[in-house]
């Protein structure tokens, strides 16, 4: 089956400083989204991005299909940002199930 | 829109007893997922249906886990009976259909501690 991996694994910032995640998948996708699993662990909707950009203010997220990766940029970040980000995917012509990364983990301290 | 309804939040049970779980996807999304979250295997999807018909179950791990959509507004995830390597955070997720292109939404899931 396709392979998601996600990087870094782990990340701790200080309020204010921007990171990227990245995503790899190993096989054509027509689904792609990002979600942020907040401490209380409620899977909050970010991106469906199979191609393409899109910001929603201090977020925003690329997808190149081509080249099968999608990047999810965080800017001027905040301690509510802390949680983890998982990348899922839906693979062309296969099942209607996301297949999930492993996640990472942000922690933005004060 | 109220988006995916999971009860309960929480549940705690004893080995071998029966468990429920509860979920009411978005008012006009055909296709329903049960999704679970372990630290061992991450999320992994155990079933999802379209238009009230299970389609692949292949996820479900054994003949202990039952689910159901009687109809387009409710969906069961039955355990029995359960045992303690089932204690694991349990999600609904609901989409419009199976064009392919669209997005899931997911429930607040449901937090499964087997004793």
């Known amino acids: 089956g396709i392979q998601v991996e996600q990087s870094p694994p782990d990340l701790i910032l200080q309020e204010g400083a921007n990171s990227t995640l990245r995503c790899n998948f190993s096989d054509s996708v027509n689904n792609l989204q990002w979600f942020h699993q907040n401490p209380w662990g409620q899977l909050i909707n970010l991106f469906y991005?199979?191609?393409g950009t899109k910001q929603n203010g201090r977020l925003s997220a690329t997808t190149v299909a081509t080249e099968r990766y999608s990047l999810l940029y965080i800017s001027s970040s905040q301690t509510t940002d802390s949680g983890v980000y998982f990348c899922?995917?839906?693979?062309?012509?296969?099942?209607?199930?996301?297949?999930f990364g492993k996640g990472m983990k942000l922690t933005v301290n004060p | 829109d109220a988006g995916v309804i999971q009860s309960p939040r929480h549940e705690v049970t004893e080995m071998g007893q029966e468990v429920t779980l509860r979920c009411k996807p978005i008012?006009?999304?055909?296709?329903l997922f049960w999704y679970r979250q372990t630290m061992m295997r991450g999320l992994e999807l155990l079933i999802y249906f379209n238009n009230n018909v299970p389609i692949d179950d292949s996820g479900m791990p054994e003949d202990r886990f039952s689910a159901k959509m009687p109809n387009a507004s409710f969906s069961t995830l039955k355990i029995q009976p359960s045992e303690p390597r089932d204690s694991a955070v349990y999600f609904c997720a609901s989409s419009p259909g199976l064009a392919g292109g669209h997005e899931q939404y997911f429930g607040p899931g449901t937090r499964l501690t087997v004793t």
């Open positions: 899922a995917v839906r693979t062309q012509g296969g099942s209607e199930k996301l297949v």
């Open positions: 008012s006009g999304h055909n296709s």
């Open positions: 991005i199979p191609s």
